[in-house]
């Protein structure tokens, strides 16, 4: 595959699809890969902190966490994926509120996203689904 930024997306897509798939050391690798200085920069590298941290390099995970928040960036699902990885709850739970409240986009992927799965039971995470109506009890 050719890195072109504009495709800057799918790859990330993929990334994750790696890292559920239990092959974190492959989804860094494509991380790493991805061109920088595109408009999907701080999700690229949050992407890369998540896949780090499941890769068992939490040290660089956290290292890629400093330099996110130090930029204070927006909300987003590889910002979420980040502190998940990270096993943060506070913070990805912190997160995603802030990105639902912002734009309903994030909404869509909280009810099936596996990275979710550590706070699905956690009473702020189920407000937050029956605010945005994908509670389905």
């Known amino acids: 595959l050719v890195m072109d930024e504009a495709f800057s997306f799918v790859f990330l897509m993929l990334a994750s699809t790696l890292v559920e798939g239990g092959k974190a050391q492959a989804a860094v690798a494509l991380c790493e890969q991805i061109p920088k200085g595109g408009p999907l920069d701080d999700e690229v590298q949050a992407t890369l ?75 702020r995470f189920v407000a937050l689904l029956a605010r945005v109506k994908l509670q389905t009890s």
């Open 49 to 123: 902190g998540y896949a780090a941290a499941r890769a068992g390099n939490v040290a660089r995970a956290r290292e890629i966490r400093q330099q996110i928040e130090t930029r204070q960036a927006a909300p987003t699902l590889g910002l979420a994926r980040l502190y998940a990885g990270l096993g943060d709850e506070a913070r990805l739970l912190e997160v995603v509120e802030r990105a639902v409240t912002n734009s309903l986009e994030f909404a869509t992927t909280l009810k099936a996203d596996p990275v979710f799965d550590s706070v699905r039971t956690h009473p």
